[in-house]
């Protein structure tokens, strides 16, 4: 066994996250600027600061050896409007990221939106289900075109827009959101927007390759009984199938539009939408892959989900009650799962190797992991070191089922985990550290504001380095 040559070994982040400058050189403020943070957590202001940080940053990834860097833009720091005027500013930015990892051979995977919408089309048009909302993202993906068609190769529509409509949540703010018309009219406006993406880039990019990059996973059943094998495959249709069928096959799977209709849900879809979906052809697939869902079936039980509006959406319970779906199934623990040796932490070595299989037999398309990682709440020793064998322990199990997903036909071209350099989560501040690089910042926002915010390599980093220099031979 082993990995093709040219596999695309990396790691990932997003502007939000990993940039800060969130008010520098004509940025202009997103929803994740304004939003209401969980107790103790920061805000996205300065993050690691990679904004300043960006040539050291990449250097580091370099010496682990990546073949790779996923990131995104920050759609309101190159048109902070979200439309019209295009900050030139922001444009040179990025041209000097690209620049900086061609200059070691790290091809950019660039993510367009990643869930910082400008707050100017928030206050104007307030949801997706406003179609201009759409011809803005399609006009920001023109700019990006215009301007990176040489110096980008790879390109990812949107992230994970499927957890926003699946958790109720598509405007962010974690409030419980439960009209299941707004939130699925807006999945379809945003698959239409990104089927316009697609064909875009290609008649702009022929050079390129893009695709989607939603959180994708393979649902179990919990027990061997017909009725929690029926709830994994229809869940599997509102979680998973439903927005790669959209943009593969220019349909929705019927599972997912009996359940919307068995609540009085008709979708919005308007002339042409459903055939442009049908005609973009994606190049790949990108995806985010933590852990496989587990789900036993129940009926169509009354609802009450009030007591999550406004309730901190970093607990696992809230999670849990928004992954309970009526007519389909709810979320249970998997008893199944390893326990990782050094903290006892359960996780799921085996979520990528059958989820890109799955992905590979019904699409037919290469998928490129996106995410993947162990976040945890780091400790920086005295002498500058961070030993994070839980970490490695967690990444080389998933590594060596992912290779033998590859012997078994999964048709992967990448692994970029989540994260490069320690960023913030965007339910959990910066204590929930999921890099191979170390960023030495607290939750306090205002200490922060001019702090050097130091790098460190953890001990993942060499490890990660020998990993990609032997192809995935050596996972000691």
Known sequence: ???PDGFLWGGSSSASQIEGGWDLDGRAPSILDVKKLNPGCCSFHYSSD?????KEDIALMAEMGFK?????????????????????????????????????GIEPVVTIYHFDLP???????????????????????RVLFEN?????????????????????????????????????????????????????????????????????????????????????????????????????????????????EHQGVELDIREGEMEMMASCHPDFIGFNCYANDTVEHIGWIEQDLSS???????KMSYLMALMEKPGIGRAIVNEYRPKAPSDGHPFDPWCIRITARRLTDRYGLPVLITENGYGRPDT????????????????????????????????????????????????????????????????????????????YRKDSFYWYQKVIESNGADLD
Not at 122 to 129: C, G
């Open 308 to 314: 999550l509006v406004g309730a901190d959406n970093s």
């Open 148 to 260: 990176y068609r040489d110096d980008v190769k790879y390109w990812l529509t949107y992230n994970e827009q499927n957890m926003l409509i699946y958790f109720c949540a598509a405007d962010m703010n974690g409030t419980g959101v439960t009209d299941l018309k707004s939130v699925y009219d807006e999945a379809h406006v945003q698959l239409w927007a990104q089927a316009r993406a697609i064909k875009l880039c290609h008649e702009m990019c022929p050079d390129s390759k893009i695709g989607p990059a939603p959180n994708i996973t393979t649902t179990l059943p919990a027990t061997a009984s017909p009725e929690d094998y029926l709830a994994a495959l229809n869940n599997d249709d509102l979680r998973n199938n439903f927005y790669l069928d959209a943009l593969c096959w220019g349909r929705y799977p019927k599972s997912t539009i009996a359940w919307l």
């Open 119 to 141: 707050l100017a089309l928030r206050e104007k048009y307030h949801t997706w289900q406003d179609r201009r909302m759409a011809d803005a993202y399609v006009e920001y993906c």
């Open 50 to 54: 990679f904004y300043h940080h960006y």
């Open 68 to 104: 790779a860097f996923r990131m995104s833009i920050s759609w309101s720091r190159v048109i902070p409007a979200g439309e019209g005027e295009v900050n030139q500013a922001g444009i040179d930015f990025y041209k000097d990221v690209f620049a900086e990892c061609h200059k070691y």
């Open 1 to 3: 066994m082993a990995f």
């Open 380 to 455: 920086l020793e005295e002498d500058g070191t961070v030993h994070d064998q839980y970490r490695i322990e967690h990444l080389r199990e998933t590594i060596r089922q992912m290779e033998i997903g590859i012997s078994e036909g999964a048709d992967i071209m990448g692994y970029c985990a989540w994260s490069a350099v320690d960023l913030v989560s965007t339910r959990e501040g910066c204590t929930k550290r999921y890099g191979f690089v170390y960023v030495d910042r607290t939750e306090d926002d205002e200490a922060m504001r001019n702090a050097p915010m130091k790098r």
